[in-house]
Structure formats: structure tokens, C-alpha cells
């Protein structure tokens, strides 16, 4: 997908809506170095898988050359709404269609990152498709497994998923959840992913640092993988303002999710190296602003 798709003929540019003509006249979507969730403005109550979608489009590097693979659930929902390339899995099977994707877009494309992300539930990564996500993990495919992890299957009504905590009753799972919550990060690294993260979205810039960040380790060193909490509010009884204060508490020190990291050293090379020409790129167009108001 291009810029060029979303651009509207000249002859109906009166009668689109402001917010088209906004999108296609300041959108960053074919300048990497802007993109960043302030482009998105400020957090919306609902549904914090919508959050979370918002903030993952806004940080891809570079989402004309991307396309995101996902699977059946809440997730799926929105990518008929959005302007990135989307393959939609049969349920489960998420990383196995990623790894021939990316694999066919690294011969056909040898010269061109072309970013392979794949966005799907808890349901999907761990239970119906935990072995194809290990599977590829496993091969060391080159592309970024996100999983939005609501703790259970919201999209059917609420069954129990191994991410689901232990003795959390949900409305298809009146008995209660009899162990603990599968521990998803510790077997990715295990698994032979490089970069690993499990956190809320509840902070938009982080939710950005570490999209970035896994999507930069895939493409040059192996599989990544990001576990975003996304709680299910109609399932825990919430209402739609307060999701935000639900991720906020269960990421205090001790809580389910704290914020864990794993960096790989080739993978900490790698972005120290980035950073190092990040700093660089914004030294010099800083000078340059200078030197043109001066
Ligand atoms: C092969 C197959 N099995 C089962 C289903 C039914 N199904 C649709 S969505 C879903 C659960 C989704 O749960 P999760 O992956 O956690 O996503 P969420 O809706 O919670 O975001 C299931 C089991 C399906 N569509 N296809
Ligand atoms: S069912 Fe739950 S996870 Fe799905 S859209 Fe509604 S609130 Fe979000
Ligand atoms: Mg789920």
C-alpha cells in the first residue's frame, strides 16, 4: 500500500470530509522519520485492544512496506477500516502464513525492508496457534509476533485461555481457571526470540519504543515478540473509561503486568547502533534549522 491509494481524485477534494483531506495532506505515512503516536493525538476511552491498534499503526516504521498478519478475534475487526497491507490467517495458523510471506518478500525484494508483523489474541498465539508461534520462533524467522493478551477468547463470548490468571471466572468458563497464567515471554526467549516485552498500553510512547524496536531486530536478526495487556472491559466488568486505570494497576511492581524486558546481545548492538544514528539525524537537523533561521 502507498500514499498514493489513500490520495483522492482533485475533482472530489471539495466534497471529502476535513479529516480525509487532513490525512492525506499531513499524514506520515510514507515519512518514517516522524511517525510516532503523537500523530494520533491523545488517548480514547474504549476498548484498550483499539488503543493499542492506534498505537501499533502510528509506530511502524514504515507501513507502506509492511503487512500485518492476523487471526480471527477482536483484533481482526479492524483492518478492513485501515490503509495496511493485511492477511487474514485462518485462526491459529498467524505465524506459519508469516513465515512464507516473509520469506517470499525477502526473495522477490532483496533490496527493500519489507516488514512482517504478525497482531493476533491470546487465543490464537497460545492456545489454537502456540505451535506454529513456536514453531517459527524456532526457525528464527526474521518478522515481530504481537499478541493482544485480554486473558481469554472475548471475540466468542469469553472462553478460558492459557494466558487467562489463575481462578478468573469468565462467562464461558464458569469453573474458573485451575493454574497460572502461562508464562509466554519466558518460553519466547527460551524459544529463540531476541527481543521480548510484555507490558500494558497504557503509555503510548512505550508502546511506540518497543514496536519500533522489535520490528528494527526482526528485519536484521530474528523473531520478536510483544505481549501488550489489553484487558477485555466487557469481561471484567468494567465500563469504557476505565480501562486505562485497569492496565495502570496491573503494572505496579508485583502485579501480572509489570513490564519484563529481554534484549539478545546481537539485538542490543543493534539498537545501541540505532540510537547512535537516531541522535545523529537529530543533531544535524537541528543544526539545520539553526543555520536557516540564522
Ligand atoms: C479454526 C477456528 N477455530 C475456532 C474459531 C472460533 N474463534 C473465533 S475468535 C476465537 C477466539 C479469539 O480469541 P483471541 O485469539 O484471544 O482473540 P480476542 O477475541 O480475545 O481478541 C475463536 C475460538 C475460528 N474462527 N476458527
Ligand atoms: S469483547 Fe472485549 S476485547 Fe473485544 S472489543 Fe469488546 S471489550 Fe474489546
Ligand atoms: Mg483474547
Not at 488503543?51 to 512496506?65: E, G, K, Q, V, W
Amino acid at each position: 500500500m502507498s500514499l498514493a491509494r489513500i490520495k483522492i481524485a482533485p475533482e472530489f477534494t471539495d466534497i471529502m470530509p476535513v479529516e480525509y483531506n487532513d490525512l492525506v495532506s499531513k499524514a506520515t505515512y510514507d515519512k518514517p522519520d516522524q511517525r510516532g503516536w503523537k500523530d494520533i493525538g491523545t488517548r480514547k476511552a474504549g476498548c484498550p485492544e483499539s488503543m493499542a491498534f492506534r498505537y501499533i499503526l502510528a509506530s511502524l516504521p514504515n507501513p507502506a512496506d509492511t503487512v500485518m498478519v492476523g487471526s480471527t478475534g477482536c483484533t481482526s475487526l479492524v483492518f478492513p477500516h485501515v490503509a495496511v497491507h493485511n492477511i487474514h490467517s485462518l485462526f491459529g495458523n498467524q505465524n506459519a502464513i508469516a513465515s512464507g510471506l516473509k520469506r517470499a518478500l525477502m526473495v522477490r525484494f532483496p533490496n527493500v525492508h519489507k516488514d512482517v508483523v504478525v497482531l493476533a489474541g491470546d487465543g490464537a498465539t497460545v492456545d489454537i496457534g502456540l505451535d506454529m508461534t513456536l514453531q517459527a520462533w524456532f526457525r528464527q524467522e526474521k518478522f515481530t509476533t504481537i499478541c493482544f493478551d485480554n486473558e481469554l477468547y472475548a471475540n466468542t463470548g469469553g472462553q478460558e485461555s492459557g494466558l487467562m490468571q489463575k481462578g478468573f471466572v469468565a462467562k464461558m468458563a464458569p469453573v474458573g481457571k485451575k493454574f497460572e497464567k502461562v508464562r509466554l515471554p519466558e518460553i519466547a526467549r527460551e524459544s529463540g526470540c531476541h527481543y521480548v516485552i510484555q507490558c500494558t498500553v497504557s503509555k503510548p510512547s512505550l508502546v511506540e519504543r518497543v514496536i519500533k524496536n522489535a520490528i528494527y531486530v526482526a528485519r536484521e536478526i530474528g523473531p520478536t515478540y510483544i505481549q501488550l495487556y489489553t484487558p477485555c472491559i466487557l469481561e471484567i466488568g468494567k465500563n469504557s473509561m476505565e480501562g486505562l486505570q485497569e492496565m495502570r494497576d496491573s503494572e505496579r511492581p508485583g502485579e501480572r503486568f509489570k513490564m519484563t524486558e529481554y534484549i539478545s546481545e546481537p539485538a542490543k548492538e543493534l539498537l545501541t547502533e540505532i540510537k547512535a544514528k537516531e541522535t545523529e539525524r537529530k543533531k544535524a537537523a537541528k543544526a539545520a534549522l539553526v543555520a536557516s533561521t540564522s
